[in-house]
């Protein structure tokens, strides 16, 4: 068995249907990748770009899965702008919305990733960090739905089109914190949006047309920026992870669309909770050596 597991297009497998399993979910992608790498001896520099370039998978299945909504917008801000494509006020309206808020949403990541990313993976993409911005994470989260459930916090955003430049503002600083491995950047961003006001489907919602951006970005980036490690022989390991990344996703955005509309994050608090502490237990104890 550890000698499969020590296989690359098996380790690239199971990562990238970890990747697509926890990206759109409260419960860190990152976090899971990091400590699954460090069980199944995948760790090092190569393994933090291949991390950051199966994220891009996800991103297709989000892509895919609201293509009719995509071109929707492309053809109501760039299309009837540029090129004369037919589009009501309204629709051109709502489509340059939404553009303009995902990409205002975006901006406060990338300033904060470049300046402070490196900084992050040296020091914070290790298990321990991660376990404990795992149970630090589940207890925010308890705390948001219990504020949810509260009368005296009404839900004052109920639709993405009703979404302000300042609300999208808003989330895009919330995001920032997803730098943290652990933290998880749909968390960040579903979680943050229903502190400052949006419902749950809003949320959930805006953080996934957040994700297109902020993935092709951190991929695009790592992958320039590491490329002395890559070799042609990376291929068909980084394929792999993309593809089943990309059909895991795709079946969890599908899911979790219907989960959110009668569920509240609860149980993911709950689960961030009690994973991280067991890590730190099986760590501080000696059962697991968590690299």
């Not at 790498?37 to 950051?52: E, N, P, Q, Y």
Request: aromatic share 14%.
């Amino acid at each position: 068995m550890a000698e499969l597991l020590s296989t690359p297009w098996v380790q690239a497998l199971i990562l990238g249907l970890v990747e697509g399993l926890t990206e759109f979910l409260p419960i860190s992608s990152t976090g899971h990748l990091i400590l699954v790498g460090s069980l199944i001896g995948f760790h090092g520099d190569k393994a933090k770009l291949f991390d950051v370039a199966i994220q891009t998978g996800a991103m297709f299945a989000v892509i895919w899965y609201y293509r009719a909504r995509l071109l929707l917008a492309l053809k109501g801000s760039i299309g009837a702008s540029f090129f004369g494509m037919p589009c009501e006020d309204s629709e051109r309206a709502q489509s340059w919305r939404l553009v303009l808020n995902v990409f205002t949403a975006f901006l406060p990541a990338v300033v904060l990733g470049l300046l402070f990313g490196s900084v992050i993976k040296r020091y914070l993409f290790h298990p321990i960090p991660v376990a404990l911005a795992f149970v630090l994470g589940g207890i925010i989260i308890l705390w948001a739905e219990a504020r949810a459930a509260s009368d005296k916090h009404p839900i004052r955003v109920s639709h993405i089109d009703r979404m302000s430049g300042l609300d999208a503002l808003k989330v895009g600083l919330m995001q920032c914190f997803a730098l943290i491995p652990g933290t998880s950047r749909s968390g960040a961003t579903i979680i943050g949006g229903m502190f400052l006001g949006l419902s749950r489907t809003t949320a959930t919602e805006f953080s996934f047309f957040l994700a297109i951006p902020t993935l092709i970005g951190a991929g695009a980036y790592d992958i320039y920026k590491y490329r002395a490690l890559l070799t042609w022989d990376d291929l068909p390991m980084f394929a792999i992870g993309l593809l089943a990344a990309f059909g895991s996703a795709l079946a969890v955005v599908h899911w979790l669309i219907q989960f959110v509309a009668k569920h509240s994050f609860v149980a993911f608090a709950w689960y961030r909770i009690v994973f991280g502490v067991l890590v730190l237990v099986t760590s501080y104890s000696g059962l697991v050596t968590w690299r």
